[in-house]
RNA sequence: GGUCCCGUCGUCUAGUGGCCUAGGACUCUGGCUUCUCAAGCCAGCUACGCGGGUUCGAAUCCCGUCGGGACUACCA
């Protein structure tokens, strides 16, 4: 695009954890800088301390770590332009402030939030576009004095000038805002304390940032912060480039939220998803390779992202292509990775403590799980059969091996089996094969069923000679024996 | 209400004037395979919001219309 080095920053407002419409934006922010080998900044916007929370941000730096979204410059990291929260910058801010007011571009507004309230209303009341009325613009000295004798706290607003403003979006080419509809906007609360509208634009400029990539919802905003640049004496040709991202909605179209689908990424990491199968989904959300695929890794997303293919139309978040993906996601690992990401699982469920006899038998039974499942979280319930201490046969499966056929069944095999040299799974399959489908005549699934759920405990089941040979032959032997 | 953005199968998307009787993926349905469940394979259903133009020709360009969303804070 151009010689100047790319720099591009995530900066998310932590007031909860990180959902998917957030991390999806990270994701775009992260690609386009590493497609590009440029810089990716992350930065959080804490400006309102009574909405982010310590334990917010700290959630939100693990989210991203988690997700393989690794920073260049920010929090833990530091870098040449930080800090990088906001909530440290704020001498920056009120520095800044101080030169508008100096300069004119902004101004002291001494209204109160009630007054404000009550313009708005009669605005509304009279079907006019609400927004600040430019009250305080050009106040008197006198009216200064008596405002100020009043105790009133001003906050500092930002003068928009008349015209209007006009910039190229990467994602939706040409959008232009006439002032008429950007009112005068508050850049420092009667407090002191800065507002998103200043710090977002100091920042921005003081981080050398040059692609802003973020949510659609601050499309209208961006007016505001073009002012703020201007104000600072930014030249046009050093303005940030902008490209708004489509939304992540829900199932009903509406906002995505908690009533339609699961949002924060901590619920699906402990749900069993892969953030390489978060990822994935999430990039195909709004954007696309331009052929037919669509199962890539982190690596082949950066070399593929580009912000002229992004959509610029809101897409539906489903979670049946995110269990899909996943799956995909987990048949694609060798053992050893799986292995690494079943382990939390299967010690959190309680099924293992982890000594080396479980580890063992565990990976020898993950390849035979390992298609059955689309998320880790059911590693656990598959699995427990070969280590659960008292067994004990489900309530819903019992009744099916109460009849008197499968009395017999399970009767013929424990007398089969008990005579078995090798204790193998073919062996295993051979003997029973001989003595229930050949012997007694009966169709595998019958057979085979009230085996399974004498060993197993289950009528649902990973292979069942593959099991009985990892549960071993006493452990086999018993179980179904305690059946009969 | 105003401003701005958006509109291809149920969903995500391919498509930038002829290759489109619109392709892929997920879902769903049927079938094959099969020791359960999966996985795999095959088949099927279903879309260019609507109306006008421009053009020999439009999903692709223009206009209108309808629909959806965002913003309209001393939130971000």
Not at 33 to 48: S, W
């Amino acid at each position: 695009m151009d010689k100047k080095e790319v720099r591009v920053r995530f900066a998310p407002s932590p007031t909860g954890d990180l959902h998917v419409g957030n991390i999806r934006t990270a994701l775009f922010d992260w690609a386009y800088a590493r497609h590009t080998g440029g810089t990716f900044i992350f930065r959080i916007e804490d400006t309102d301390r009574e909405r982010v929370t310590d334990e917010y941000i700290q959630a939100a730096i693990d989210t991203l770590k988690w997700l393989g979204l690794t920073w260049d410059e920010g929090p833990e990291v530091g870098g040449p332009n930080g800090p990088y929260l906001q909530s440290q910058r704020l001498d920056l801010y009120a520095t800044w402030a101080a030169k508008f007011l100096e300069q004119k571009d902004a101004y002291k507004c001494y209204c109160s939030a009630d007054e404000l309230e009550a313009v708005r209303e009669a605005q509304r009341a009279a079907n006019q576009a609400p927004g600040y009325n430019g009250n305080c613009r050009d106040l008197s000295a006198d009216q200064i004095v008596k405002f100020e004798a009043e105790g009133r706290k001003p906050v500092i607003r930002m003068r928009m000038p008349d015209g209007g403003t006009t910039f190229t979006d990467l994602i939706r080419g040409e959008v232009s805002f006439d002032h008429n509809f950007v009112p005068d906007f508050v850049l420092v609360r009667g407090d002191g304390s800065p507002l998103y509208t200043l710090a977002v634009a100091v920042d921005d400029v003081l981080m050398k940032v040059t692609h802003v990539l973020r949510g659609e919802d601050l499309l209208s905003s961006t007016p505001r912060q073009i002012r703020v640049y201007q104000a600072m004496g930014v030249k046009p040709e050093d303005y940030p480039v902008f490209a708004h991202l489509p939304f992540v909605m829900g199932q009903d179209n509406t906002k995505l939220s908690k009533r339609n689908g699961e949002v924060s990424i901590a619920w699906y990491r402990q749900a069993g998803y892969l953030p390489e199968a978060i990822c994935n989904y999430l990039a195909l959300l709004g954007w696309s390779p331009g052929d037919d695929l669509e199962n890539i890794s982190m690596k082949e997303l950066t070399e593929l992202f580009t912000v002229e293919r992004v959509h610029s139309s809101p897409a539906r978040f489903d979670m049946k292509k995110l269990e899909a993906i996943n799956g995909d996601k987990i048949r694609a690992l060798t053992i050893d990775e799986f292995m690494t990401w079943a382990l939390p699982f299967l010690t959190q469920a309680g099924v293992i403590s982890g000594t080396p006899e479980e580890l063992a038998l565990v990976k020898q039974a993950l390849p035979i799980i390992q298609e059955r499942i689309t998320t880790l979280a059911e590693i656990p319930p598959m699995l427990k059969f070969l280590f659960v201490k008292e067994f004990a046969v489900d309530a819903d499966s019992l009744p099916k091996i109460s009849d008197s056929q499968s009395k017999e069944v399970l009767k013929v095999s424990y007398e089969q089996l008990q005579s078995l040299g090798d204790w193998t799974h073919e062996s295993i399959e051979g003997v029973l094969r001989a003595a229930l489908i050949d012997g007694m005549a009966l169709k595998p699934r019958i057979a085979f069923g009230a085996v399974r759920i004498a060993v197993t405990g289950s009528h649902i089941s990973p292979p069942l000679f593959e099991s009985m040979q990892l549960l071993g032959r006493d452990k086999s032997l018993a179980r179904i024996k305690a059946s009969l």
